[in-house]
């Protein structure tokens, strides 16, 4: 790793540790030449993933859009950048549980929804209203009666 003041390869690592559920690894680094100390990040990254779309072309996994569609219907709610980080690697992790080299958008949608149903209700509403095109205002209902019952049920147990 290059030191980012004098360009130097010569950087060594003095403290290690995870982050992000352990899926991140974050190095705090000593450039050897001029002592300048910097941090670095290291991350999983998804390779060979093929997202099959709804009219049947192919193209490459981009963590980007699905960070986009969640920022999106979390928009305006409480939210940390650590939590959305750990949002993320969540999704990506039920991806690779699935073992595939292609995945469909409806399967990405699925995990999204599902995810964000746990992690807020209203950017879940939000999500799905788009993702599912609730038809008119009785589709939309259901969906929220099935989450206020769900709660209520979850509440009883307690």
């Known amino acids: 790793m290059k030191c980012p003041v004098c360009l130097t390869q010569d950087t060594k690592v003095n403290d290690s540790r995870l982050i992000d559920d352990g899926f991140s690894i974050r190095r705090r680094r000593e450039c050897q030449k001029c002592n300048f100390r910097f941090s670095t990040q290291e991350q999983m990254e998804i390779l060979n993933l093929m997202v099959i779309k709804r009219d049947g072309n192919k193209e490459s996994y981009q963590q980007d859009k699905i960070k986009r569609g969640l920022e999106r219907a979390l928009e305006k709610r409480p ?47 939000r999500f799905a209203s788009v993702y599912r095109s609730f038809e008119d205002v009785k589709t939309f209902q259901k969906e929220l009666k099935s989450l206020v019952n769900k709660r209520v049920q979850k509440n009883k147990k307690k």
């Open 79 to 125: 939210y940390s950048l650590d939590q959305f980080k750990k949002l993320v690697n969540r999704v990506e992790r039920d991806f690779q549980k699935k073992k595939k080299e292609e995945i469909t958008s409806e399967e990405i949608g699925e995990v999204l929804m599902k995810r964000l149903k746990s992690f807020d209700k209203v950017a879940y509403i």
